[in-house]
């Protein structure tokens, strides 16, 4: 087995056990799209987890996202991040560990935007730890959606420009990863507060992140008309049409959807 094809793999598998809502549309990718949009998608994944993680230390989490900004700024130096980790190797997951490994596997032609845009998430994360995640306005809950996941619609829309020349709106683009995100953060709302994490901007309801949702979810819907190409289509709609389902059981006092109405969900939209 050549080292392309172990990594190939590899990629695969950490991506299963990170995400279950973005493996199954990036199997479903043509061969060049999988490769592309696995990778962008692991680099994030691994910045994303230094942030999320509940054990380490805001100090350590900022200098690590911000260290890990500037090497993905110049060319990749995958010793000098595993020297960066190296301290914290038993706190964190593989997929952050193997960064290194994730910008390799990248099509050398793309991997500067994914870095470009990495290297923006890793930024705004670590102003964000130091903030403490404290959402207090609407313009606070803009930046934070932004850099968490309007920046993977921003990466996604590169990506699909370098395949086949396809164009989406760039603030089109942000809407469809903050609607998902905002799906999230409803979702997630017990949870949050429960270790002291509050991302609804002061004197906010549930309903009114319900429209904040609603609004970004209209702009994904605008977002997804710009593209033409099938194989990108199909992705893109199983995240969405999943967050509006999971908005909707959210809506009528469900905590979530079910694994069976997440899977004939997925089936209804492969076989449209």
Not at 99 to 123: H, Q, R, Y
Not at 166 to 192: C, F, H, P, S
Not at 221 to 230: F, L, P
Request: charged share 35%.
């Amino acid at each position: 087995m050549s080292g392309q094809t172990r990594l190939d793999k590899e990629a695969m598998r950490v991506l299963k056990l990170t995400s279950r809502t973005f493996y199954i549309p990036i199997k479903l990718l043509n061969p060049t799209l999988r490769k592309t949009v696995g990778s962008a998608y692991l680099c994030m994944r691994a910045i994303d987890e230094i942030e999320d993680h509940e054990q380490l230390d805001a100090e350590i989490k900022q200098r690590l996202l911000l260290e890990t900004s500037n090497l993905l700024q110049k060319e990749f130096d995958s010793q000098a991040y595993e020297a960066l980790v190296e301290p914290y190797k038993a706190e964190l997951p593989e997929v952050t560990l193997r960064l290194g490994d994730w910008i390799e596997f990248c099509p050398a032609e793309i991997v500067d935007k994914v870095k470009e845009s990495t290297s923006e998430m890793a930024e705004g994360m670590a102003k964000w730890v130091v903030k403490e995640w404290e959402v207090k306005t609407k313009e606070d809950l803009d930046d934070y959606t932004y850099y968490v996941a309007g920046l993977v619609g921003v990466m996604l829309s590169d990506i699909w420009r370098w395949y086949d020349g396809t164009e989406t709106d760039r603030e089109l683009a942000i809407g469809y990863g903050r609607g998902l995100q905002a799906v999230n953060i409803l979702r997630n709302k017990d949870e949050d507060a429960e270790r002291g994490v509050r991302f609804f901007p002061d004197g906010w309801s549930r309903e009114d992140m319900f429209r904040y949702a609603e609004g970004n979810l209209a702009k994904a819907d605008s977002y997804m008309r710009q593209i033409e190409t099938k194989n990108i289509t199909l992705f893109c709609k199983i995240p969405l049409s999943l967050a509006k389902r999971t908005l909707k059981a959210l809506k009528s006092g469900k905590e979530k959807m079910t694994r069976a109405e997440v899977e004939s969900t997925v089936e209804e939209i492969i076989n449209e």
